[in-house]
Structures are given as structure tokens and as C-alpha cells.
């Protein structure tokens, strides 16, 4: 049982770590707060002083803002729906008795490892390119023509590459969360009968439900800030530009500081209004 003295002893030692994390996140979002009620420019006058709401009112006034939440949801929707159907049943077929499994597993994990840069440009330029593409080649085989990916379908595209990097971290979740599963409830169904539609959706789903509530909340958290696939593809054109890619055109390209980190409160606020809808709808299996 842990005393008085060996509490104090250990709040001690974490508090190094814990001030750390604290300035870690509230330094920055402190300034982005600071910021949006500036109108800094650092190329045009610097610091021009408070300018109250007016970037909060510009920034979501303006003509892009409402577009670039529509692209943000549906990139995380469309991501999501295919990681999760498809992580499901790799993990089904993964955890099955193979010839070479180990290295089926790492093969099918590998994708999750590169970095998300490296990925998009190799799904443009090796896949996606309409003229050398892999997919431009299948497509002439076949007596069709090849498809621009990038401009003609370029939210499809996305939505490729980003559920490609991802397929991986929740393929082996869900393979873990299968593992844990009793065979015996399996064999037991079999034995009475039931076929094997009934035996996944009345025993393998239910079992995976807080793996995929899991999965669910990690993923949102982080393609809600999608932008490097977005920034070596499309650029943000073709209906691709994310709330994250507009506050970098603001910042970065109109060189507006006070605007971009508006912009950033705004996503902060986004993403809170995600994630509490996220808990409330599918957080409870967890509690289950």
C-alpha cells in the first residue's frame, strides 16, 4: 500500500514530464490565441496591432471556409468507412492458419511505417500519373481511357491514399482484438449450426465492437489535420482544400498570421465538436 511519502516521492519525479507536456501544448495555443485578435502580417508591417472578432468574422465569411469543412468530413468519412469494412476482414483472413503468416502480417502492416509525403508521392507518380501511372497502363489494357485521377476524381484519390496508410493501424487492432476472442463460443455456434454469416455477425462483431470504437477515435483525431497528402497532389485545388490546407494558405501563401491562427481556433473547436459527438455516439462501448 503506498504511503504518504512514496505518493509525494512520485508526484515529484513526474513532475518534470507533466510541465513539460503542459508547455508542450499550452505555449503554442496560447499564442494562436494571442494572434488571432492581431492583425500580423510579418512581410507587411508586422504587428498592426488588436483587431478584436474581425479575423474570427473573416475567417469564417469567407467563401472557402464552409467548402474546406465539407472536404475535411468527408475525406475522415470516407476514410474511415473503408479502413474500418476492410481492416474487419483482413483481420479475419489474417487470423487464419497460413502458409507464411508472419510475413503476410508485416507485408500488410508495412504501409503504416512510410511516411505520409513519401506514400502520396508515390501513389501520384507511380499509380495515379494519367500517361506512365500503373492504373493509366491497366486502364489501356483494358480498351479504356486513363483517368486524371488528381483533377477528374481528385476527393476519390484522397480518400486512396490517406485509407492506404491507415488500413494498416486498424487491420492490426481489429487482428488483435480477434485473437482475444474465445474459439470455444465459435466452435459451440458451429456445432449448433449456425452458418458462418451468422456466427461473425453475432459473435466476431459484437467482440470487435470496442477495437473498432478504438480505432474510430484515434483516426478521427488525426485526419482531422490531413495535409500532406493534400499539399503533394492536388495542392487544395479540385475541391480537395481541408480547413487544415486553407489555415496554410492563409498563413503561409497570404502570409496572415492574425487570419491563420483564427482559422486554427476554429479547427481546435472542430475537432472538440468531433470528438465529444464521437464519445458520446460509440465512447460507451469502451465502458462495456
Known amino acids: ?28 495555443l496560447t499564442m494562436t ?38 472536404a475535411t468530413l468527408i475525406i475522415v468519412g470516407g476514410v474511415l468507412a473503408i479502413t474500418i469494412t476492410l481492416g474487419v476482414l483482413l483481420a479475419i483472413l489474417l487470423n487464419q492458419p497460413m502458409w507464411g503468416q508472419g510475413v503476410v502480417r508485416i507485408l500488410v502492416i508495412a ?47 484522397i480518400i486512396m491514399i490517406v485509407s492506404w496508410q491507415w488500413l494498416p493501424f486498424a487491420t492490426l487492432i481489429l487482428l488483435t482484438a480477434i485473437q482475444s476472442l474465445d474459439s470455444e ?6 456445432m449448433d449450426g449456425a452458418p458462418p454469416v451468422k456466427r461473425f455477425a ?25 495535409f500532406a497528402e493534400i499539399f503533394v497532389t492536388t495542392g487544395g485545388a479540385f475541391g480537395t482544400r481541408t480547413l ?16 491563420g491562427s483564427a482559422g486554427g481556433v476554429y479547427a481546435i473547436i472542430l475537432a472538440n465538436i468531433v470528438a465529444i459527438f464521437l464519445m458520446r455516439i460509440v465512447g460507451k462501448n469502451l465502458d462495456a
Open 185 to 190: 463460443q465459435l466452435e459451440a455456434a458451429e
Open 1 to 28: 500500500m503506498a504511503t504518504k511519502h512514496s505518493r509525494s516521492a512520485a508526484r515529484l519525479m513526474m513532475a518534470p514530464a507533466v510541465i513539460l507536456l503542459l508547455g508542450w501544448m499550452l505555449v503554442p
Open 33 to 70: 490565441l494571442l494572434f488571432s485578435f492581431k492583425q500580423y502580417l510579418p512581410l507587411r508591417g508586422g504587428d498592426l496591432g488588436w483587431v478584436g472578432f474581425d479575423n474570427y468574422i473573416r475567417f469564417v465569411s469567407s467563401s472557402a471556409f464552409w467548402p474546406s469543412v465539407t
Open 244 to 259: 487544415t490546407y486553407l489555415i496554410f494558405q492563409r498563413v503561409l501563401e497570404s502570409q496572415n498570421v492574425g487570419l
Open 202 to 226: 453475432f459473435i466476431t462483431l459484437p467482440h470487435l465492437s470496442r477495437a473498432i470504437t478504438i480505432v474510430l477515435l484515434i483516426q478521427t483525431i488525426f485526419l482531422l489535420a490531413i
Open 111 to 157: 504501409p503504416f511505417f512510410v511516411m505520409p509525403t513519401v506514400s502520396a508521392l508515390v501513389w501520384k507518380n507511380m499509380f495515379m500519373d494519367p500517361t506512365n501511372g500503373l492504373l493509366a497502363h491497366l486502364w489501356r489494357f483494358f480498351g479504356a481511357e486513363p483517368v486524371s485521377w488528381l483533377s477528374e476524381a481528385s476527393m476519390t484519390s
